[in-house]
């Protein structure tokens, strides 16, 4: 039975504050990039991936996956900087799937892939992540991203082991997963799987809802497009073969809690944004009334709170926050506003 994720408010011990915002360009701490494979070559990097051919895959799908790569007719190619992977039918439904296993593993950090989705009945796209070892369920996968052909502004992200699932979904405000590329992200601590969508957090995990999550441990990269089966449904009239899912990188961050970062600015719309103090509590004031997520990370990297709402304007309290450090990120249509706060105790 598949359980819903949560957002997590974590509150530690409660004390009078000051709330003082110390910059909005340079945050304390940030992401830095530990590897990374940008698919730039002409070619399949085979230090980093292998492809993997399946002639009778799990889930009821119809795909068969193929070997080779970057040959006439492969279904895993590089070209024009972007990893593709593309399904195809002919006398059979032939796919496309890889996996770092052997190669490349990672324990903890941003896990982190820019793609774009296919747009068709039946078409499953995932990046994801297993351990290495142990076999399924017992193993842990962690599903950075899955999408569904048939649902243009959808997407989820889940976590399974054994006898426990974690499942989140997200529904765009507006466009759609296939038009343009978007950021899908899994940030992975030794206590917490947070999942994001081009930064906005719609889902979190915690060791708290399960104690024996095997979190602390290696795990590899899977890449694959899956067609039909028990996730999006078969293929139909309306199902366009071929389709592709495009990935423009792949990107493994560590936390850099001394690192002093260009805060992730972007959009033209962002200047009419603002992260202040106001007198104890962040302020927040945003381009127009619209769907946000604030996030609030320590500088060793840990979320103390993360809120979602839709307003123009909101403030949040800082009561039950510890004297510190803190980098407050809002992520919503508009862009993405960054601060470094520093809570002080009140005199």
């Known amino acids: 039975m598949l359980k819903a994720g949560s957002i997590v408010n974590a509150a530690v011990r409660a004390v009078p504050v000051v709330l003082v915002v110390l910059s909005n360009a340079i945050a304390a701490g940030g992401w830095k990039v530990y590897w990374s494979d940008e698919f730039d070559s002409t070619a399949l ?11 009778n895959p799990p889930n009821a799908e ?68 297993l351990g290495v070892g142990g076999g399924w369920p017992q193993c842990g996968e962690l599903d950075i991203m899955e999408g569904k052909g048939r649902l243009p502004n959808w997407t989820s992200g889940s976590f399974h082991y054994t006898n426990f699932d974690v499942f989140n979904q997200y529904t765009l405000p507006t466009g759609n997963v296939h038009d343009s590329f978007h950021v899908y992200a899994a940030e992975w601590s030794t206590d917490s799987i947070r999942w994001y969508f081009d930064n906005v957090n719609f889902g979190t995990l915690t060791k708290a809802q399960n104690a024996n999550l095997p979190l602390d ?34 990107r493994v961050y560590q936390w850099d809690p001394t690192a002093q970062t260009e805060s992730p600015v972007s959009g033209a719309n962002l200047a009419r944004a603002s992260l202040v103090d106001r007198g104890g509590g962040l302020s927040i004031v945003l381009p127009s009334e619209q769907a946000y997520i604030l996030n609030l990370v320590s500088t060793s990297g840990k979320l103390v709170l993360s809120q979602r709402g839709t307003a123009r304007s909101f403030t949040v309290g800082t009561g039950a926050l510890s004297p510190g450090v803190y980098c407050a990120t809002v992520s919503g249509t508009f862009g993405t506003l960054s601060g470094r706060v520093a809570v002080h105790r009140r005199p």
């Open 62 to 129: 119809q795909e068969h996956y193929t070997s080779g790569h970057d040959q006439s007719g492969s279904n895993v190619f590089v070209k024009n900087g972007h990893l593709i992977l593309e399904a195809r039918s002919a006398s059979e439904i032939t796919s496309g799937k890889i996996v770092s296993s052997g190669k490349k593993s990672f324990e903890y950090g941003r896990m982190e892939a820019r793609m774009r989705l296919p747009l068709t009945q039946g078409m499953w796209p995932a990046f994801w992540m």
């Open 217 to 250: 441990k290696q795990y590899y990269f899977i890449l694959n497009l899956a067609v039909g089966g028990n996730f999006d449904g078969n293929m139909n009239n309306t199902t366009v073969f071929p389709d592709s899912l495009i990935v423009d990188y792949v």
């Open 45 to 55: 990097n085979e230090s980093n991936w292998s492809v993997q051919a399946t002639d």
